[in-house]
């Protein structure tokens, strides 16, 4: 009898280890909105999410990969494309957004027309200007493959591919990319400190921009007007596309700023290339539409030091360890160390 | 002449005098016109029960709306879940008609949404009697010529649209 109770808690004992390592809450971080009862992680899961990830096969024409728009050098996002770019060079209208922090969003997109982190995927595979396939066709490909059908295996502890496992998978693995190792979070966690000028544009930041990118996410996942003049060959209205709802006219989702460094060009349609030119537009850029965002109806004031303290301190948002972490990178172990497909 | 006919049917449930005496588990149903053999839902009791109406939802409810990757009938492989906009379409209907002025005279209705002021999700209620079968009609005649293809052809997204016709297309259901 006592060697029954002993072998359990062995068994509890590794899980709740094996579960920590795989994903883990920072520290004074918020609990994450993704409902990982439904998807419990596992190494295998993960794995196969980011075979899926880096690979082509999710396209109608094999090139195109999840990567391709978001790579992780640029913090998962498509850097020098205003504009996100997918299969036979078509153009799409919206700039790719940065991917991090995801199991802390309650929707995706600009206009937050996918409601859950698993649903995302089916929006650029079916896209015609992105990946241009199905998720059919996708489930199809991958069913006739023998390096996915050992991979669906081990997560699955079945080899067929279905819509649901496909999608979980990749799921798996983009809930694994956190970013919460800056200089700001190490200064946070009183590692390392400020310099003067990172101090000073800290405080200006807490001033004038945190109520939209509060801490520690730096963003409230809503959506807002930012006062950006409407591109006339776009016309995006932005969230009212998704809810019909004239409130929510030019209203865009409020995206992080950390890794702000890497993930140029900036805003919905990636109209600006610097920070310099993001700070200039907070400061004497405002359009102002009914339905401006309060915090923008008067103007912020900074003086040209002041601003150049503010891209200082976001600077301080950037992540070494987050954009060159081995486990988030082409995993060309697996690609290339079984052979034929 | 009609090209798809696909809905879902969920939430089954039996009542007595308006009490609920039986719930299907995990009650959601891809019902396909040109797959006879998903027209036909049997349900089990381990225990008697005496009902006098059947009671479903026509659609997909908007907690499972937002739950995530699903399997089964509710795999997105199935056709009925939106990708441009997460959501599922309740009840999908294509085909031609002459008085339909779109490109190849051809209507769509994918009709959906489970989010105010556009929830589309439809509740019927049928009398019956207790039997070992129960025949449900769908009467899509009935449905059809209540339209006016010439105006309304195409219906893609939560609107008012969509929760309009959904309402008329839970009208349309019977039992003998």
Known sequence: ?341 | MITTLKFYISQMQFLFDNKVVYTEHNSYHLIDASAPETMLLSQFSDKAIHYNAIQFQLGIDSLTNVAGAMGGDLDPTKGMYWTWQSGYINFKLEGTSTNCPARNHEFQFHLGGYQAPFNALQTIILKTTTKQTIKIYFDIEKYIKGLDLAKHFSVMSPNQEAVSFSKKIAESFYTE
């Open chain 1, 1 to 341: 009898m006592k060697k029954v109770v002993l072998v359990l808690f062995c068994l509890i004992f590794t899980a709740f280890v094996a579960n920590n390592k795989l994903f883990s809450v920072p520290d004074n971080w918020p609990q994450p909105v993704y409902n990982f009862s439904n998807n419990p992680l596992s190494e295998n899961k993960i794995l196969l999410g980011r075979m899926l990830f880096y690979d082509p096969i999710l396209s109608r024409n094999n090139i195109i990969s999840c990567a391709s728009c978001h790579s992780p050098f640029s913090a998962f996002t498509h850097i020098d494309h205003a504009l996100s770019h997918g299969i036979n060079d078509s153009i799409g209208t919206r700039n790719s957004p940065a991917l991090m922090n995801l199991a802390w969003q309650k929707s995706f997109m600009w206009d937050g027309a996918i409601n859950n982190l698993d649903m995302q995927a089916l929006a650029p595979i079916t896209h015609t200007a992105e990946m241009g396939s199905s998720i059919n066709a996708v489930v199809d490909k991958l069913n006739a493959s023998a390096m996915y059908h050992e991979l669906f295996f081990k997560a699955f502890g079945d080899s067929v591919a279905t819509g649901e496992k496909t999608l979980k998978a990749i799921s798996q693995f983009m809930i694994t990319l956190i970013s919460s190792n800056s200089k700001y979070d190490k200064v946070i966690r009183k590692e390392v400190a400020f310099t003067e000028q990172e101090a000073s544009g800290y405080k200006l930041f807490q001033k004038n921009c945190s109520s939209c990118h509060n801490e520690p996410l730096f963003t409230t996942t809503d959506f807002a007007n930012n006062g950006l003049a409407v591109d006339t060959t776009l016309n995006d209205i932005g969230r009212m596309k998704i809810t019909l709802n004239p409130n929510d006219s030019l209203k865009f989702k409020i995206p992080t700023l950390r890794n702000i460094e890497y993930s140029y060009p900036y805003m919905h349609d990636g109209r600006f290339k610097r920070l310099s030119e993001v700070v200039n537009h907070y400061t004497s850029g405002i359009t102002v539409t009914p339905t401006l965002a309060k915090e923008l109806q008067h103007p912020i004031i900074l003086t040209a030091s002041e601003k150049v303290d503010v891209v200082a301190f976001l600077l301080t948002l950037t992540d070494q360890s987050f954009v060159f972490n081995p486990k988030f990178q082409y995993p060309k172990e697996v690609f290339f160390g079984k052979g034929e497909r």
